[in-house]
């Protein structure tokens, strides 16, 4: 069973940088980031496989950074030059076929969610 825990949400003006963590515990093959703000759909925000390939939505692509530390079991997602369009509830999502990308359909497992807001 996977298990995923999301932490560093948080409030940041525009133009700032936050970083999100999650915790995950089982195995996992594709991990990655979604986010849902009010009113909206939910979307892909970046995904990352077993073997670091890596995978961007283009509405954040030279922004944002996955990455993940496999000994710490960790995935993280830096945000930089944050707009208020990016103000959202962020998931992290796992999943344990052998096939990954920002599609909704790698991911079996969400986390609860972190809020990210950002004020102009």
């Known amino acids: 069973q996977v298990q995923l825990v999301e932490s560093g949400g948080g409030s940041v003006q525009s133009g700032g940088s936050l970083k999100i963590s999650c915790a995950v515990s089982g195995y996992t093959y594709c991990l990655g980031w979604f986010r849902q703000a009010p009113g909206k759909e939910r979307e892909g925000v970046a995904a990352?496989?077993?073997?670091?390939?890596?995978y961007y939505a283009d509405f954040v692509r030279g922004r944002f950074t996955i990455s993940r530390d496999n000994a710490k079991n960790t995935l993280y997602l830096q945000m930089s030059s944050l707009k208020p369009e990016d103000t959202a509830m962020y998931y992290c999502?796992?999943?344990?076929?052998?096939?990954?990308?920002?599609?909704?359909?790698?991911?079996?497992?969400w986390g609860q969610g972190t809020q990210v807001t950002v004020s102009s």
């Open positions: 999502v796992a999943g344990t076929s052998n096939r990954c990308s920002t599609d909704e359909r790698r991911f079996s497992y």
């Open positions: 990352i496989s077993n073997g670091g390939s890596i």
